[in-house]
């Protein structure tokens, strides 16, 4: 899981108050009580979880931006506070909701001018959820998902940018799934689903780090499946390709012991 720098949340807090707050209303005096369910004007309630935000409070800033929302759903303020809302909870790490206020947002006004940014706080919320490649990569893959949508829907905005960025380390880690798994297979010498798994990591995530080793692997699978000449072909694009790399040092190893006459 990632650690966000105090940095990191202070721009994507700016770029929230951006895009939200470029056109406000002013406030009525006197300071809003901070317990949710008391029946407020809706500028002062607005600005009361503002200010929460502001001080960063932010979990109780969520919870009275989906006040706003709850005692005035027909106001202007409205619509506003469903996006604070969800970068709210994102803020606070409540991954969940800050998810569901951002899809309740795009429900309901689906052509908005911040429909962007919504989107952007759907996929960031699954991006910080990626965790270990050891483990379940559900939320790595709705990541994924939700960049590649992101970045279809929205392609020239800065949240587009910034999802090309970030899916270096999403396809890093599906692979590193994917070579988990076909490692396992590998010592219970289930060598044609270990080459599945490896083969995949070839095709789809050519680009990430693990691709040597996938190679390398993959002409273990082959040899022990006996099939020489596969092997052959797949030590010969990891020479080509990475022709200093350790993986390929092994491979070029096993092939002279296993299979000599199919060495390129």
Not at 195 to 221: C, G, I, M, N, W
């Amino acid at each position: 899981m990632h650690t966000r720098s105090p940095l990191k949340l202070a721009v994507i807090a700016a770029a929230t108050t951006a895009v939200l707050l470029t056109s406000g209303c002013g406030g009525r005096g006197g300071k809003a009580r901070d317990t949710a369910y008391v029946a407020r004007d809706v500028d002062t309630l607005y600005l009361a979880a503002k200010d929460r935000l502001d001080r960063g409070r932010v979990k109780e800033a969520a919870a009275l931006f989906d006040e706003v929302e709850r005692q005035h759903p027909y106001s202007p303020w409205a619509r506003r506070a469903q996006l604070m809302s969800a970068f709210s909870y994102y803020a606070a790490r409540d991954y969940t909701k800050a998810i569901q206020a951002a899809q309740r947002f795009l429900s309901i006004h689906p052509g908005n001018k911040d429909a962007p940014y919504a989107y952007y706080l759907i996929a960031l919320s699954q991006y910080e959820q990626i965790s270990d490649v050891t483990r379940d990569q559900k939320a790595t893959a709705q990541a994924l998902a939700s960049m590649n949508e992101l970045m279809r829907r929205y392609p020239n905005t800065r949240y587009a940018a910034d999802a090309r960025l970030k899916l270096d380390l999403i396809n890093d880690h599906l692979a590193g799934k994917e070579m988990t798994i076909g490692r396992a297979y590998q010592r219970q010498g289930r060598w044609l689903a270990a080459a599945l798994r490896f083969r995949t990591v070839v095709d789809k995530y050519q680009t990430t780090s693990h691709t040597p080793e996938a190679l390398f692997r993959l002409t273990e699978s082959y040899l022990s499946l006996g099939l020489p000449e596969e092997a052959r072909k797949v030590a010969a694009v990891l020479g080509r390709n990475y022709p200093g790399d350790e993986w390929y040092q092994r491979a070029y190893g096993l092939m002279q012991k296993y299979a000599p006459n199919a060495s390129a």
